[in-house]
T-cell receptor
Framework: GAVVSQHPSRVICKSGTSVKIECRSLDFQATTMFWYRQFPKKSLMLMATSNEGSKATYEQGVEKDKFLINHASLTLSTLTVTSAHPEDSSFYIC????????????FGSGTRLTVV | GQQVMQIPQYQHVQEGEDFTTYCNSSTTLSNIQWYKQRPGGHPVFLIQLVKSGEVKKQKRLTFQFGEAKKNSSLHITATQTTDVGTYFCAPPGNQGAQKLVFGQGTRLTINP
């Protein structure tokens, strides 16, 4: 089945540094990738939608300069958390549609970011 | 996006008991999807419901979509410890947008 590979799975970084998270679609082309953030024991909050070859669409309240999204190819989307702060610590996860329309989405395994 | 209310937020059952989670929307939904997220894991697609009044079964799991397409439910019969996790309903985004917006989720824990 369609698999999205997400790396790294865990990262610890110092305040003020930037962290890049990658999501690759392994056996299919993902023209669209969705990025979510999840706090402990909470639901997934959609941050932005990345589209191959065009600018990402951010949800209300999400700082585009803080969370840089790039979708340079049909198989790779990246999320860069810039100038990270402890409040950015969270579980970040990407997702791509499985096929035509909204018939199921496949998720990456997630990245647990801890900013110290 | 289309907002849904999912209840209960938490549910603890004895192994072998049944479990149901409900998803309610104030607006008509074109479809709804259900996902399961194991502790420490990522969401896994379970099913999509599209038709009014639709009922689908996957072994011990029964999914329903209301006649008015404003609510949905997931029922698990005779829970097993492998059913532990958080179950999310997810309607599509506004105006057929491809994005998926998740309900609050119901966290199921099971006493063996």
């Amino acid at each position: 089945g369609a698999v999205v590979s997400q790396h790294p799975s865990r990262v610890i970084c110092k305040s003020g540094t930037s962290v890049k998270i990658e999501c690759r679609s392994l056996d299919f082309q993902a023209t669209t990738m969705f990025w979510y953030r999840q706090f402990p024991k909470k639901s997934l909050m959609l941050m932005a939608t990345s589209n191959e070859g065009s600018k990402a669409t951010y949800e209300q309240g999400v700082e585009k300069d803080k969370f840089l999204i790039n979708h340079a190819s049909l198989t790779l989307s990246t999320l860069t958390v810039t100038s990270a702060h402890p409040e950015d610590s969270s579980f970040y996860i990407c997702s791509a549609p499985l096929g035509q329309g909204n018939y199921g989405y496949t998720f990456g395994s997630g990245t647990r970011l801890t900013v110290v | 996006g289309q907002q849904v209310m999912q209840i209960p937020q938490y549910q603890h059952v004895q192994e072998g008991e049944d479990f149901t989670t409900y998803c309610n929307s104030s607006t008509t939904l074109s479809n709804i999807q259900w996902y399961k997220q194991r502790p420490g894991g990522h969401p896994v697609f379970l099913i999509q419901l599209v038709k009014s009044g639709e009922v689908k079964k996957q072994k011990r799991l029964t999914f329903q979509f209301g006649e008015a397409k404003k609510n949905s439910s997931l029922h698990i019969t005779a829970t097993q410890t492998t059913d532990v996790g958080t179950y999310f309903c997810a309607p599509p985004g506004n105006q057929g947008a491809q994005k998926l917006v998740f309900g609050q989720g119901t966290r199921l824990t099971i006493n063996p």
